[in-house]
């Protein structure tokens, strides 16, 4: 076995959702290690005193975590946050809640 053996691996989950408001299906995927530790350092903050995680996390979990069905590349990137952050928030937080249970299935386990 090689390093490149294991890093060549395209070992993110992804999953298919149907986001009726938008009447499209979109292709999510889990976050990679970084995101997934900065998205957790995100969550950790939340305690009964501060029970809210921002607009601006929420569109952050979505950038990471919407891709294109064939590329696999991002299709949103930080710059579109500020345009997410003013978009209907049903939509925007379904997505945040599929990618973040994709996400978390495996840290639940361990």
């Known amino acids: 076995m090689k390093a490149s053996d294991i890093l060549g691996l395209n070992d993110l989950k992804t999953k298919v959702v149907k986001v009726d408001q938008w ?5 999510i995927r889990e976050l990679d290690l970084d995101q997934g530790m900065q998205f957790f350092g995100m969550i950790s903050n ?18 990471w975590g919407v ?7 991002n299709v949103f990137s930080d710059s579109d946050i500020p345009k997410l952050v003013k978009k209907n928030r049903i939509p925007l937080m ?16 361990n």
């Open 94 to 109: 379904f997505l945040y809640q599929e990618i973040s249970a994709l996400s978390g299935d495996d840290a639940e386990k």
């Open 67 to 73: 891709v294109d069905a064939e590329s696999g590349k």
């Open 23 to 27: 009447d499209m299906d979109v292709t």
């Open 46 to 63: 939340i305690s009964d005193d501060n029970p809210t995680i921002t607009a601006e996390q929420v569109a952050k979990i979505v950038v």
